[in-house]
């Protein structure tokens, strides 16, 4: 069973019923879920997943009011049912640089914590330069039980209320990096002998073109190690994921691998065709990248580098 799972079923047979027994006057406005770092919060531990950063548990997310009221309390009360009631699997050894999510925070402290926001975006540049990964760690998981329907709330202005303009510099920005790497360095780099870069150029194409793939999905881009999972579960080209994988692991003949460079970036291109974001424009995706670059109405961003964003 997945980790989202056994912590839900925690939750629904332990932890609601402690909650709204020790807790009734918060309980009708406190959250309670999984979310943030950890392959548990994506869905996709497994058995190797759990020799290190993996216990069974859940968060608590409160208003910043009711976590100075009843935050300690909270606390502890989570800590003696983790002790009388065990989750299964309760905690495996932890690593110097993993730590889990569970007991009690803010939810203000959770979206500052990933997106280094108090919650959602408040301005365009928020939105801009916040890592994807970090979006898409900020919407993962779970949330099991949401009171007063903050928590949720903001978790779907983010999912979906991102401004066109941004989402085309975005879109662009990989565009044009995808471009840059993949359809014209790799090739170059191979004829100064440079096969280091060569590979190097691989990679940010692999990067930027999956990332290209989340947007048109209209979704967030994970942390490199889930990338190929996740992208696999896209409507969308997911089925690219097979092609990007191959650029990294497969040892043919650097021919091979070009012709799978224009091979995703045809696929790509059809793709924003087919979503009318761009006219015919050849088989080149820069081309592509300034025509969304041109759509952007707010001028501060459609006067950004096309690469950035």
């Given at each position: ?23 009734p006057?918060?309980w ?14 994506f ?19 409160l ?22 009631v ?7 050894r ?28 408040r301005?365009?540049r ?29 978790r ?33 780099c ?26 048109l ?6 942390y490199?190690?889930w ?46 065709e ?10 080149y ?7 969304l ?17």
């Amino acid at each position: 069973m997945r980790g989202i799972d056994l912590a839900r079923e925690y939750f629904e047979h332990a932890g609601a019923q402690m909650l709204q027994r020790d807790f009734p006057d918060v309980w009708s406005r406190l959250a309670a879920g999984m979310a943030g770092h950890g392959s548990e919060c994506f869905g996709f531990d497994d058995a190797v997943s759990r020799d290190h950063d993996y216990q069974v548990g859940f968060t608590i997310y409160l208003s910043r009011d009711d976590e100075m009221k009843y935050g300690f309390a909270l606390s502890r009360a989570y800590l003696k049912l983790l002790e009388n009631v065990p989750p299964p699997d309760f905690k495996s050894r932890e690593s110097a640089l993993g730590e889990t999510e569970y007991g009690v925070t803010t939810i203000e402290n959770f979206f500052l914590r990933h997106l280094g926001t108090p919650g959602v975006p408040r301005n365009w540049r928020e939105w801009l330069y916040t890592p994807d990964y970090a979006f898409a760690e900020a919407l993962n998981g779970e949330i099991f039980y949401d009171g007063s329907g903050e928590m949720s709330e903001i978790r779907r202005a983010i999912a979906d209320d991102m401004p066109r303009d941004v989402w085309l510099k975005k879109l662009a920005a990989k565009l044009a990096a995808a471009a840059q790497s993949g359809q014209y360095n790799y090739a170059r780099c191979l004829k100064h002998g440079e096969a280091g870069a060569a590979a190097l150029a691989l990679t940010d194409f692999v990067r930027a073109s999956a990332d290209a793939v989340f947007l048109l999905n209209h979704k967030f881009g994970c942390y490199y190690k889930w990338l190929f999972r996740a992208m696999r579960l896209l409507p969308i080209l997911g089925e690219l994921a097979d092609s990007l994988e191959f650029l990294l692991t497969d040892y043919t003949d650097s021919a091979a691998k070009r012709d799978v460079v224009e091979l995703v970036s045809g696929k790509i291109i059809a793709e924003i065709e087919r979503q009318n974001l761009a006219s015919p424009s050849g088989d080149y995706l820069e081309n592509y990248a300034f025509a969304l670059q041109r759509q952007i109405v707010n001028r501060e961003i459609a006067a950004l580098h096309v690469m950035e964003g």
